[in-house]
């Protein structure tokens, strides 16, 4: 394996969804390592406890909350209140509020009024509070400006924990691709602090419209996302700055990132605020190819994939020709229709990625028992297979495809059936819970590790070590 692929790495809030996050530029404190913590003495072995009572196959996002952010809290009062110990901490600490202030001063106040006001959307605050241009931090109380300093510290806690994950990964030869979804939450620190950036009333500050999708595989309703909508006129007046952060602040994290629902940068699907779902929406034309411009210009050596799933038109095709970016195939759509279909194995593109499934997939086991005879029958002549171990046929077919980089969803590879699912599009509820077991990673690498290999060997995938 050359590759690791995530999803966003945001802070999530309602829904638990990593595309729903309070900011585009912020990691996420759950996935803070507390055991480092215990390393530095920040914290003591003890305050581990209430952990060892949370659920091993699923994460339980209501305890997470109940206890992460208590002993995180911790964490900061004894780094806060000893200013003689930590000294070498205290200078990276220093150097990261000032490379990151761009965004992070912002991201911690927004933070720290949103627990000021238990938890509410920044558009159910009090009328002084929405406007952030208006606030002046020297009038807020004491309360608020502490936890601003708590939110920049569990902020350079991911960030230190992160870099040192990813320098590990990549001294051993993989790279880490990333996720960032086109859109960004109504509840957030960006759309807060750059009304300006999106589609919104110019008093109310609610949304005039909303992002989601029209009917399609997922939903025969399409699927109302809640998102606002950019106001790209505005962003293009200074050339797109804020993407441009945005990306760089990604090409931290990641080595590649992949943009998600990439059609939307050629025309994407507006709903009427009011609207009950996204079958009342309408196609609008995106930025389009001078935003990749811009963004080539500013990142030249960026490596990017671009999720070109959905309803995909002529025009679409198109920018990702014109763009010459990588986009994506995924063998859950191949089947069931004529040899036309583009994600067939023998139309595939070279300058793509192939999945076997996404995130918002069943697993490959799942959907195939859960698909029609005739649709598992075009599976198994196609293949030349039985079927009995469909998993693993996807994974072979992948390898030998023509697509430059073949990606696999962890579940696969373990050969899990629908309740290893992460995401259920259209479900509110219940989904970005499901969590691997010590024993199944070690059973994939003992079982496993040498099939693949040989896979690598025989269709040319074995990674360039030199």
């Keep these: 394996m050359s590759y690791w692929q995530v999803c966003p ?7 638990d969804s990593p595309y729903q996050t309070f900011s585009a530029f912020a990691g996420n404190p759950y996935l803070i390592d507390l055991k480092q913590l215990v390393v530095l003495e920040l914290l003591k072995s003890e305050d581990m406890d209430p952990f060892l009572f949370m659920p091993g196959t699923r994460c339980d996002y209501g305890l997470l909350y109940e206890q992460k952010w208590s002993t ?39 933070m720290s009024l949103k627990q000021q ?86 008093k109310s500050f609610k949304p005039k419209a ?10 025969m309703n399409g699927q109302l996302w809640g998102n606002p909508l950019y106001n790209w006129k505005n962003m293009k007046k200074d050339s797109y700055a804020w993407w441009i952060d945005r990306f760089k602040s990604s090409f931290q994290f990641y080595d590649i990132v992949r943009i998600d629902h990439f059609r939307g940068f050629e025309s994407y699907w507006s709903v009427q605020a009011d609207a009950e779902t996204a079958t009342e929406g309408k196609w609008v034309k995106g930025p389009g190819l001078p935003f990749f411009k811009a963004i080539q210009k500013a990142l030249p050596n960026a490596k990017i994939i671009a999720e070109d799933l959905g309803h995909i038109t002529p025009e679409v095709t198109q920018l990702l020709k014109d763009t010459g970016l990588p986009g994506m195939a995924v063998l859950q759509f191949a089947f069931g229709g004529g040899s036309g279909n583009f994600y067939l194995p023998h139309n595939l593109q070279s300058n793509s990625v192939i999945y076997s499934g996404t995130h918002d997939n069943d697993t490959t086991i799942g959907w195939y028992h859960s698909e029609s005879e005739a649709i598992q029958d075009h599976v198994r002549t196609y293949l030349s297979v039985s079927g009995d171990s469909i998993g693993w046929d996807f994974i072979r077919t992948a390898y030998k495809s023509v697509c430059r980089l073949a990606i696999f969803p962890l579940q696969d590879l373990m050969t899990l059936d629908s309740p290893g699912r992460m995401n259920n599009p259209g479900n509110a509820l219940g989904n970005w819970q499901w969590r691997y077991q010590t024993w199944q990673l070690e059973a994939l690498t003992n079982e496993s590790a040498d099939y693949l290999a040989s896979l690598g060997e025989l269709f040319g995938r074995v990674p360039d070590k030199s």
């Design 9 to 15: 790495l945001g802070p999530t809030g309602f829904g």
């Design 72 to 110: 995180l809290s911790k964490a900061y009062s004894n780094f806060s209140g000893n200013p003689k110990e930590w000294l070498e901490l205290r200078e990276e600490y220093k150097s990261f509020k000032k490379e990151q202030r761009r965004w992070l001063d912002t991201f911690a106040l927004f």
């Design 117 to 202: 006001f238990e938890g509410r959307s920044w558009l159910e605050w009090p009328k002084p509070f929405r406007t952030y241009k208006a606030i002046q931090t020297k009038d807020l109380d004491p309360t608020v400006i502490n936890r601003i300093e708590s939110h920049k510290f569990f902020q350079f806690l991911f960030f230190k924990q992160w870099s040192s994950l990813k320098l590990y990964a990549n001294d051993l030869g993989i790279q880490i691709i990333g996720d960032i979804s086109i859109f960004v939450a109504l509840d957030s620190a960006d759309v807060w602090s750059h009304p300006e950036y999106f589609q919104l009333d110019t």
């Design 210 to 219: 909303l992002a989601g999708c029209p009917p399609d595989y997922f939903s």
